[in-house]
T-cell receptor, first 114, second 112 residues
Framework: DGGITQSPKYLFRKEGQNVTLSCEQN?????MYWYRQDPGQGLRLIYY???????QKGDIAEGYSVSREKKESFPLTVTSAQKNPTAFYLC?????????????FGSGTRLTVV | AQSVTQLDSQVPVFEEAPVELRCNYS??????LFWYVQYPNQGLQLLLK??????LVKGINGFEAEFNKSQTSFHLRKPSVHISDTAEYFC??????????FGQGTELSVKP
């Protein structure tokens, strides 16, 4: 079945460490997105990519970095510059960046700083 | 700029009662409208969507929503809820050619 796989499901990070969250899709979607979710704050867009080798900052990109070297993969790195990284991270994809369909979401990664 | 407002952050309701989760949006262009559901520690799952045509849209799990262009609303309804409907619900709009814009979410809590 086609879908989006996020790994790991739970991730613990020590202060000052960089960590990378994986997001892989086999839907042949062009566009991919990363969201951060905190209680009571809805979903906030971190980065998005509409095509391979291209990506744009979302609303809260500071302290994060991404790459899009392959169509199927859009990893997110949470750097030590992100002051409050503890959150639930969601990856999503859509057929294109401008279609009329909604997004397909992964099951999320919960990151905790210890 | 487009925005989405979910008018209730929390909605408690008893099992088998009807429920309505309210969503209003602002947009100067045609939009596509969506409702998603999120169960604890999971991703978002599409409940239903409105692209065009009939303003009453039926989705999964017995939910339906009505698009009202004059009131710029897209309220979600279910005539009889179950305990298993307890989750967070997100309304979203996608302006033509743009990214999805999400509301802040509504926590539906179904009590026995």
């Amino acid at each position: 079945d086609g879908g989006i796989t996020q790994s790991p499901k739970y991730l613990f990070r020590k202060e000052g460490q960089n960590v990378t969250l994986s997001c892989e899709q086999n839907l042949n979607h062009d566009a991919m997105y990363w969201y951060r979710q905190d209680p009571g704050q809805g979903l906030r867009l971190i980065y998005y990519s509409q095509i391979v080798n291209d990506f744009q900052k979302g609303d809260i990109a500071e302290g994060y970095s991404v790459s899009r070297e392959k169509k199927e993969s859009f990893p997110l790195t949470v750097t030590s510059a992100q002051k409050n990284p503890t959150a639930f991270y969601l990856c999503a994809s859509s057929l294109t960046g401008t279609d009329s369909y909604g997004y397909t979401f992964g099951s999320g990664t919960r990151l905790t700083v210890v | 700029a487009q925005s989405v407002t979910q008018l209730d952050s929390q909605v408690p309701v008893f099992e088998e009662a009807p429920v309505e989760l309210r969503c209003n949006y602002s947009s100067s262009v045609s939009v596509y409208l969506f409702w998603y559901v999120q169960y604890p520690n999971q991703g978002l799952q599409l409940l239903l969507k409105y692209l065009s045509g009939s303003t009453l849209v039926k989705g999964i799990n017995g939910f339906e929503a009505e698009f009202n262009k004059s009131q710029t609303s897209f309220h979600l309804r279910k005539p009889s809820v179950h305990i298993s409907d307890t989750a967070e619900y997100f309304c979203a709009v996608r302006p033509g050619g743009g990214k999805l814009i999400f509301g802040q979410g509504t926590e539906l809590s179904v009590k026995p």
